[in-house]
């Protein structure tokens, strides 16, 4: 249980949603149009949003349209190298931390 405790207080919580988020634009269609959006802005009738498009950009640039990946939002290839730097920071911060935790029980149970 105790070794539960560790893995699960040591992951980034910002790391599984940037990932989940990722992988779910692996499988949409970027081709299709899609009904539903979580844009505040959309969602109020404004027209313009500096950020709608790049989910979908990044889907195109998973399927392989560069060209359509470009043309959705241009700056959606520079979002995507920036989510998977993210991500692999905080993989990386996530092991650090579960390997101090770690070694900080092991000082402890010695210790007793």
Request: glycine residues 8%.
């Amino acid at each position: 249980m105790k070794r539960i405790k560790y893995i699960f207080g040591s992951i980034s919580l910002e790391g599984v949603l940037w990932t989940i988020a990722l992988l779910y634009l692996l499988f949409i269609n970027p081709y299709e149009v899609q009904k539903f959006t979580l844009c505040p802005f959309h969602n109020m009738g404004i027209e313009y949003c500096p950020g709608c498009g790049l989910g979908r950009s990044i889907s195109f640039l998973y399927h392989g349209d560069i060209l359509h990946s470009i043309k959705t939002h241009p700056l959606g290839i520079a979002a995507f190298v920036l989510i998977i730097l993210r991500i692999a920071q905080l993989t990386k911060q996530t092991i650090e931390n579960f390997q101090q935790k770690k070694r900080g029980d092991s000082w402890q149970t010695s210790m007793n």
